[in-house]
Every structure is written in C-alpha cells, then in structure tokens.
C-alpha cells in the first residue's frame, strides 16, 4: 500500500455524478488531481489501481470522484459507479449490482442466488465480478468509482479485497471513498487487507484553506448575485438612469468595502467550518439568501440545513421529511402514497425542495438529498411519533408496492419495521418476520455476512414474545450463515443455543437441525460439540428400523425422521473419521446409507456417500468406492447437482489411480474439469489441481503436475493450510523421486518448469515447502505417524541423512505407528524407502527396514497412491529396492522385473525406468550367467525413457551405468521394451531444484547402486585401509548422491577439495565412475552389518 503525502483539499458540492451537471471547475485539489491523472495513465497502460480516499463526511470525495470520472470519460475509458445506500435496507451486493448494470451486465447473472454448502462457494460470485469487470477493462480500460464504502455490506467489501488482489495487472482503476471517522464494524475488518494491496494507495482529504473558502464563496455570491437579479425583474425596475448614477459615484468605494466585507467572512466561515466543503457551502447559500449572521453562525452542518429547512412552506417540509424517512434517493410515486398527495402536487413541492438546495432532481419522477449529511438533518428534525408514522407508512406502501416481487426490498422493509419494533409487541412481531426474510434472502444470494447480521437483529426483537421453536428456527439459520461467513465461533454459539430451544420446545427433529449445524472438521472444538449434539440427537429420534422387506422399507420412506437420521449417522461417520475411529466410521457409515437409500432423501444420500466413501480406504475398499463413485454420478445426474459430480469424479479417479488404471484415469479429469467450472470456487478448484497432478507426475509428465500441484498450492493454502501443506509435500516428494532436489535447502533450491524453456516458478514455493517440512506443531492425531515419516523422507532425499534419522525416530516404534487409513499404504512405502536410505547412508537399522519388508508383503500386486495427491508406483518396486539394500539380489531382480511389468503396462514409464535402472544394478551385483546381458538391456532401456522424460534424478546415474557397461552409444538408440509405454507429451521436462546432478538413492529415496563379489569386473574389492578416514567420509556422501559441491558444504571445505578427495577415491580403488564408489560403500556396509550379528 502506498500512501499520497498530499495536503487534501476538497469542493464544495458532492452532488451525484449523473443527472446533475457539476461545476465548471473543481476548487482547489490540483495535487490530488494530478496523482488521479498519474494513476489513471497508469491503469491505461496496464498497471492498475485501487485508490482509498479517505475524509471526514462533506469533505469533497464524491466530488473529486466526479473528477476523476471526467478525465477518465474524456479519456476514452469507460466509467462505472456503485453508491453505498446511506441507511440500512439495501440488497447485498448494492454497490456492485449498480456497477455490473452500468456495464451492460446483468447483475443475477453474476451475483445470481444459490444454495451454498462451503465458506468458499461464494467464490465463484468474487470471480464472477471479477470476470466482468476484468473483461470490460480488458476492452480499452475502466474506471469503477465505489463511493461511501463506509456503509457497504461486508459482502461488498470482500468483493473488493478480491479485486484488490488482481488490479494491479488490469487496466483498471478503483477509487473508494470512506469516511475516514467511521471505519469500525465491516470496513474495519477489510481495510487493512485492502491497503495492504500491493496496488492500494491511500488519499485522505483534508479541508480547505483560506483561500480556497474565499474562492468557493466568491464563486458562489457571484452565482447568487445573478440568481437575484434574474428573479428581480419581475418585481422591480430600475431606469438606466439611476443605475448608470449609482454605478459612477460608488463604484470604487463599494469595490473595497465589498473586498473588506469578503475577507472578513471568509476568515470567519474558515474558523467555523474548519474549512470542510459542505459547511461552506451552506453558509454561502445563506450569504447568497440573506439570512448570513455574522455574530450567529451555524455550528455545524446540520444546523445550517436546518435553518434551510424552515425557509421551506409546511407541505413541502413535509414532503422532505417523507423523503428522509424513505431514503437519500426516491422516487416520487412512493413518497405521494406515503403522504396522501397526489403526484402532480408532489412534484411541484420537490421543486420547491430543489430551489431551496434541499433536493436534486436525477430524472423523471427520481430525487435525491444533495447529501447524506441533509437527509439526516432533515429526518432528524422529526419528532418521535412523527418518524414512527412515516416509518409504518412507508413500510406499509413498500410491501403494497413490491408484493409479487419484494426480494429487493426485504432489507428495507426490514428496516421501517425495525424502528418501530420499540413500540409493541405486535409490531417486534412483524419486525422479526420481515427481518428474517431479509437474512433467508441474505443468505440466498451469498451475502452471509450480511445474512449473520439481520438474524442476529431479528432474534432481538420481541424476545419475551418469541417461542422456544421460533427461536430454534432462527438460530440454526443463523448458526449456517455464520460457518458460510467463516465465523467458526459464531456457529458454535448458535448451535449450542439452538440445542437448547430444541430441548426446551422437546423437538428432537429441531435438535438434529442444530447438531447438522456443525460441519465435521479437523477442528477439536467444532467435533466435540458436534459429537455431543449428534449423539443426544440420534437417542432423542429413536432407533429407525434398517429391516429388509416392503413393509419394513414403506415403514421407512413414510418415517420423516428417518433421513435426519441418516444425515445424523453420516456426520457421526465424519467426525470418527477426523477422530481415526475407523471401526465406528465403518459401521455408522454403512447404517447411514442403507437408511438414506430406504428414505430417498437425496440429501440424506449424498451425505451417507460421502461418509461411506471415507470408510472404505486402501486396496481392500476400491472397488466399494468405484461403485459409490457410480452412484454419486447417477445422483449428481438426477439432482443436476455440479458439486455432486464433482465428488463422484474425484472419487473415481483415485481409485483408477490407485489400480494403476491411469489412461482411464486421465480420461475421467474431463468430467472433473466440468464439474468444478460449475460448481466454482477455490476449494472445487484445487480438488481439480491435485487430481491434475496427481495423474499428470504418475505418467511422467512432471512439468505439468508442477504446475497444476503448484497452482492449487497457491488457491488452497490461504483457505485450509494442513490439506494444502500435506498434499502438495506428497507431491513434491513423489516428483522429487525422479526429478532431485537442490542443495542444503532442505527441500530445494527453486521449481523450474518447461520443455527446455527454463521457466522459473519462483522461490517461494521451496519456502513454503520448507515451512511444512519444518514444521514443529503438533499435528493432528491421525496425523501424528505420517508427519515425521514425510519429514524423514523429504530430509533423506535433500541429502540430509543424519536430520531423517532424527526425524523417524519420533514416529515411535513401527508396532506403535497409527497411519491415515486413507495412506496406509503409501506411509509404508516412505518408511521403507527412508530406512533403505538411512541404511545405505551406514546408519544402520537393517533389522527394521527388514521388519518393514515383511510388512509390505500383504500388498503386493497394488500400487501406492493414496488421497489422490501422488502415486509411488507398484509395491513390487519399493519391496526390490529395500531387498537390493538387504543384498537379498534374488529376491530384488524378481520384485524389480515384476515392477517394471506392473509399471509398464499402468502407464507409469518414469517407474518403470526407474525399476529398470535398479534392476541393473541388481543384475549386476548378483552376477549370475545372463545377468550382464539383461543389466546391459535394462540399463539402456531406463536411460533411455529417464532421458526422454527428463528425469533429473536419475540421467545422470543412467548414462553413467550406460557408459560404466562398455555402452556409451545414443542411449535412444536401444528400443524399449513392450511394457514400456511414453506418454503423449515426449521430450517435456522439469526439474525440482537448481543442482540435480545427483546420484545414489538418497535422491531417489532409498538404496543405492550395491556391488557383490560376483560382479568383480564392475565393483573391485579392494581393503578399506586403503582409503584415509576423510576419503571414507567423502565416499560415504558420495554413496548419498551428493555432487562435489554439496559434499564441501557439508563438510565445511572448498570444492576444488572436495573434487580431489573424490579422484583420489577413484585413483586408490580403481573405480572410473562414482557410481561404483556408491556400489562399494553399500557392500562394505552390508558386510560390517552381517559380521556384527550373532552367529545363529
């Protein structure tokens, strides 16, 4: 945000921009306008602005938005404008329904109704808005001028914070004016967010000086002096004689008298103004009308309107009074019928009102006060009972007016009611009726904000009067308003007071309404009440009957409560799955939704799907959950429900996901990429991301899973951090198996993505990656296993070793792990691989990664993917990798030859080049007759696809295996084998971090190249008192795939040593490649660990 050192001025009049045509020239203002015109050439060429003018009311910001329209019109930029309503009763969204229509846009198209299910649907009207305004600015520029955003709704005001964070890149300007005094309740919430907008500047206005009330004043005698002359004439002559005498004989002396007189004025009205424009101008009109008294000026703004109001005969004062009471605008056929007249006799007193500067005219049969400040004097100039017929009446003649249509005119209805709900209880009655339609409305349109507001008003009227269920009724509306708002805390409260006007009215049903309040959550505070209600609930509606038989299912459709129920038991299910109560979300979920598809509640239904889908985690559940995906899909058909296909789509493509199915998995995104552009929002939208890349970075098409991975990381992390943070660390790690990391940073040192356009994506992601493998909070505890596993991981594989072994160590003893049921498989998998890693790196733990083996045994045949957020490919690949480090080589080459089949033919080449590069190495450490051969195969052919793919990670490690077998010809020479299969999209690459020349698995995540006496030709075996305890240490790192860089870092020396440490490894062992180096450091380490053991 950036603010204007400017000393503000401001003019006189704030009348409205259309309708009434504004002074030939704008006092004083020169520097303010001349940073409007800098920003509006700015704009225009792109960089655009959001200006907040900021002044105490009457201060000139409307006026000086005039100006800014002017230029922008004479600029050839078109100009847009939506006023604040200054009393409560305008629709949510007013100032942008106005802007949207002043553009041609139809504002229900974009702001529309709908029923919302998430705090994030609403988003899709933010970038509605944004959308339209964006396209029109796209199309020669914009100007949008929100004036009085100090009285907008706050649902208004998110609109703008939204916008705020895209006008910067727009040809857009927004000017919005405030009052500077007034930024409490929905503003003082915004406005810090608005100006922290990198686009934001600040405009506060100050009052006149001096001379500028002396300009103002003289301008406006000079007017009044002519106004005067003109209306004399038809009273009063004078002959040419005695005006030319007069003229001759005075001139000079009453020129300076005339000068003394106006300055001594102008120095008086400056100290009773405070030089505010507004004031001004009212005492000028009194100057101008001879009612000016020098020892008894006005003190404020109301008094001098005041005065004003007077001079006005009593059916016109009476007339402005029913204006007031209506609003600053109107129009004349309501205020006729408020006041008994007749429109004719009407519009002649509004022009009495007009002459006596009290009212302007817009257009035909339209008016409005020349300022709020008027309209409040005028409205406060009425006496109580006074205001409270007005009210009645003008209430009374909205709901006549408008009753096969009032959706427009609920909130203003609402407000007349609302000033005379004091006065009886049958009018707080009518007032909490009115009001309560006003939030339905509200909340229809997704203004929750505002929905929050008025039924929180509507439970304070006639609160003696009110029953037990209509208060219930109330509550749990407002209770769903404020989840849909974000206010977590307000919901709690509504829902527990809900519960006990459903207890008190002894309405189970109404108790259930209160329980179903509460969404499940990984909140604590939210799941505890939510259980408590949800468990009394269930008890207090009775046991509905599950029975098989047509009686039994008639019974159960005609049973009302039989769908709460269902709904009951599907929220129960949720929270058990947040609690990890696997057992009762199996059974609750199974009773939700046999109950839901005997009721035919299609809402019951789609819960008990959504809370089954959870209970049915794993290879044991996936085809349960195609077959719920199936339904969810027919219902999302028969409903026409978007959000319901989404979810069915998401599920399907896990599940093809997870069964290695991902050519049918990557046709199924179509469907989810409709779905989510009609359900709209941040939340649909990075579902549609991380499925995205899911699928994209189990193929190979790395590029594009960074993208999407990295998109929906950016939508869903200001929303919901811990989803967020932990699907995009499973990617980053399932991406980094093949791609590498950068040095030292813990998680890499920059994302670049493109075929060979090396585009970065910018630093932050790695800090934000970081962040999350750093974390030190307490996850939550279903979380509490995995969260040390992927950190364990992610340290291992930035080639920190010593950090993952201190990191795994606090996920407890494997019998003690408690894993996701939705990642069971996958954290098994990382554990392997990161004790295979550690293992390699000499740090021990061979008898538990052995433990763990035996572990993952069950799954074979599967495939580790889990959440839909990555895929790690065939099991049979981590169970070879974890053997090759054992040095079980048998066991490896069958486990590897079966993953690269399983991979192969799942459409996954990257895992399958990958299984194929370590079964070389098997091969070739076991050294059986034929295993040369095939080694040489199988290492051509996975630095072939690592080539093609672009697998950093891993080229480097192929080419030399290549060129380590006597075979350093075109590694896209060698054909591939039949289950191997290239995606569309040959030659794409990306890389994660800005040093991938890495070797070993620690980047690959677990073993690295082992040798065996049967392989002498590639591994020698010579003693290691050969090497000195330094080159040890070097060799080791090497083993851990680190670069000779990395290797200085980490032991504090030059690199130019650290590359003569690593030749002089070479040169003692006889070795030409480091991959050897790797080879006999994990051998060397496999023979210290089985001479260790006891001899059996």
């Known amino acids: 945000m950036h603010t204007e050192p400017v000393d503000d001025r401001a003019e006189a009049s704030e009348v409205p921009a259309r309708g009434v045509p504004a002074p030939d020239a704008i006092v004083g203002r020169r520097r303010e306008i001349a940073a409007l015109r800098g920003w509006l050439r700015s704009a225009d060429g792109g960089a655009g602005r959001l200006v907040l003018c900021a002044g105490e009311a009457g201060i000139g910001k409307t006026r000086l938005a005039r100006e800014l329209a002017g230029m922008a019109l004479a600029g050839g930029c078109a100009v847009a404008w939506g006023r604040c309503a200054e009393t409560e009763g305008a629709p949510a969204f007013w100032p942008w329904r106005q802007v949207l229509r002043s553009l041609g846009v139809d504002p229900d198209g974009v702001l529309g109704r709908g029923e919302a299910q998430s705090p994030q649907d609403r988003f899709r009207v933010f970038e509605g808005v944004a959308d339209?305004?964006?396209?029109?600015?796209?199309?020669?520029?914009?100007?949008?001028?929100l004036d009085d955003i100090h009285r907008a709704d706050e649902p208004s005001l998110l609109v703008l914070r939204h916008l705020a964070d895209q006008v910067a890149d727009a040809q857009l300007l927004i000017l919005a004016t405030f009052r500077d005094r007034e930024p409490a309740g929905a503003l003082a919430r915004v406005l810090p967010d608005l100006l922290r907008s990198p686009a934001a500047v600040r405009l506060d206005l100050r009052g006149f000086d001096l001379a500028e009330v002396s300009e103002q004043l003289r301008r406006m005698t000079a007017s009044g002096t002519e106004v005067a002359a003109s209306d004399g004439e038809s009273t009063a002559t004078a002959t040419a004689d005695e005006a030319d005498a007069n003229a001759d004989d005075d001139a000079d002396d009453d020129e300076a008298e005339a000068e003394m007189t106006a300055s001594a004025t102008a120095r008086l009205v400056l100290e009773v103004t405070a030089g505010n424009p507004l004031f001004v101008r009212e005492i000028g009109r009194a100057v101008v009308d001879g009612t000016w008294r020098p020892e008894q000026?006005?003190?404020?703004?109301?008094?001098?309107?005041?005065?004003?109001?007077?001079?006005?005969?009593?059916q016109c004062r009476r007339l402005v009074q029913a204006a007031a009471v209506a609003g600053r605008r109107f129009g004349i056929a309501l205020v006729a019928t408020v006041i008994g007249e007749p429109v004719e006799e009407c519009l002649r007193l509004a022009d009495e009102a007009v002459a006596h500067g009290l009212l302007d005219r817009l257009g035909a049969g339209e008016f409005q006060f020349v300022h709020v400040l008027t309209r409040d004097a005028v409205e406060a100039s009425l006496a109580g009972p006074e205001a409270a017929s007005l009210h009645r009446a003008v209430a009374t003649a909205l709901a006549d007016r408008f009753a096969d249509d009032p959706a427009e005119h609920l909130a203003d209805i609402a407000r007349h009611w609302a000033q005379l709900a004091p006065y009886g209880a049958a009018e707080a009655e009518v007032a909490r009726g009115w009001t309560a339609r006003?939030?339905?409305?509200?909340v229809r349109r997704l203004a929750h904000e505002e929905g929050t507001r008025l039924y929180r008003a509507a439970l304070a009227f006639g609160q003696s009067s009110t029953t037990d269920t209509e208060r219930c009724h109330l509550l749990v509306a407002l209770g769903r308003a404020s989840y849909l708002a974000g206010d977590l805390a307000g919901c709690l409260d509504a829902a527990a007071r809900a519960a006990d006007a459903a207890r008190a009215a002894g309405r189970p049903d109404l108790l259930a309404d209160a329980a179903l309040v509460l969404e499940a959550a990984p909140g604590q505070d939210v799941n505890a009440l939510a259980h408590q209600l949800c468990e009394e609930a269930l008890a207090r509606l009775g046991t509905a009957t599950a029975a098989t038989g047509t009686a039994a299912a008639t019974a159960v459709s005609e049973d009302p409560t039989v769908a709460l129920r269902a709904r009951l038991l599907a929220q129960r299910a949720h929270l058990a799955f947040y609690a990890g109560e696997q057992d009762q979300l199996a059974s609750q979920s199974a009773e939700a939704l046999t109950l839901a598809r005997r009721c035919g509640d299609d809402q019951a239904l789609t819960a008990a799907l959504r809370a089954r889908q959870e209970a049915c985690p794993g290879p044991a559940g996936r085809e349960e959950r195609l077959a719920l995906a199936t339904e969810m899909l027919a219902l999302s058909r028969r409903t026409n429900s978007a959000r319901t296909a989404m979810w069915g789509e998401l599920w399907r493509i896990e599940a093809l996901v997870e069964s290695g199915q991902l050519p049918a998995a990557a046709d199924e995104l179509a469907g989810l990429r409709a779905a989510v552009e009609q359900v709209g929002g941040p939340v649909s939208a990075w579902h549609r991301d991380r499925a995205t890349a899911c699928v994209a970075q189990a193929r190979g098409r790395y590029a594009e899973a960074l993208a999407a991975g990295r998109r929906g990381f950016d939508r869903m992390r200001v929303i919901e951090p811990a989803p967020a943070g932990g699907a995009y660390m499973a990617l980053t790690y399932a991406l980094a198996c093949h791609l590498g990391l950068g040095a030292g940073t813990g998680v890499g040192s920059g994302f670049s993505a493109g075929a060979g356009a090396e585009a970065e994506a910018g630093s932050e992601a790695d800090s934000e990656?970081?962040?999350?493998?750093?974390?030190?909070f307490e996850p939550p505890p279903r979380f509490r296993t995995m969260a040390p596993l992927t950190r364990a991981a992610m340290f291992l594989i930035a080639g920190q070793p010593e950090a993952a072994a201190a990191t795994y160590e606090l996920a407890g003893p494997p019998a003690s792990w408690s894993l996701p049921a939705f990642f069971v498989l996958p954290g098994q998998v990382y554990a392997v691989l990161t004790v295979a890693g550690l293992v390699t790196a000499g740090l021990g733990r061979a008898d538990e990664l052995d433990g763990l083996l035996e572990r993952l045994q069950a799954f074979r045949g599967e495939h580790a993917s889990g959440g839909g957020v990555s895929y790690l490919g065939p099991v049979e690949l981590a169970l070879g990798r974890g053997a090759l480090t054992l040095g079980r080589l048998d066991q490896a080459v069958d486990d590897l030859t079966t993953a690269a089949g399983i991979a192969g033919r799942a459409g996954a080449p990257g895992f399958a080049a990958q299984a194929r590069y370590h079964l070389a190495t098997a091969l070739l450490a076991r050294g059986a007759p034929g295993d040369r051969d095939l080694a040489v195969a199988a290492a051509r052919d996975a630095n072939r696809v690592a080539q093609v793919l672009g697998m950093t990670a891993y080229t480097g490690l192929t080419s030399a295996l290549v060129a380590d077998l006597g075979d350093a010809g075109t590694p896209n020479g060698a054909r591939s084998p039949a289950d191997i299969h290239l995606p569309a999209s040959v030659g794409e690459s990306a890389t994660l971090g800005g040093s991938v020349a890495v070797g070993g698995s620690a980047v690959a995540g677990g073993s690295a190249v082992v040798g065996g006496p049967a392989a002498a030709e590639l591994v020698p075996d010579p003693g290691e008192e050969m090497l000195s305890p330094r080159e040890r240490e070097v060799a080791r790192l090497v083993a851990e795939g680190l670069t000779n860089r990395q290797i200085a870092a980490r032991l504090v020396i030059s690199e130019r040593?650290?590359?003569?440490?690593?030749?002089h490894i070479l040169t003692k062992l006889g070795f030409r490649a480091r991959s050897q180096i790797a080879a006999w450091v994990v051998r060397n380490s496999r023979d210290e660990q089985r001479m260790s053991m006891p001899a059996e």
Do not use: S
């Open 132 to 145: 339209a305004v964006g396209g029109i600015a796209a199309r020669g520029g914009l100007t949008v001028v």
């Open 297 to 314: 000026p006005p003190r404020t703004v109301l008094d001098a309107v005041g005065a004003r109001l007077d001079r006005v005969g009593p």
């Open 769 to 776: 990656a970081k962040a999350v493998l750093l974390q030190t």
């Open 438 to 442: 006003a939030a339905d409305e509200a």
């Open 1057 to 1063: 040593t650290a590359q003569n440490h690593v030749q």
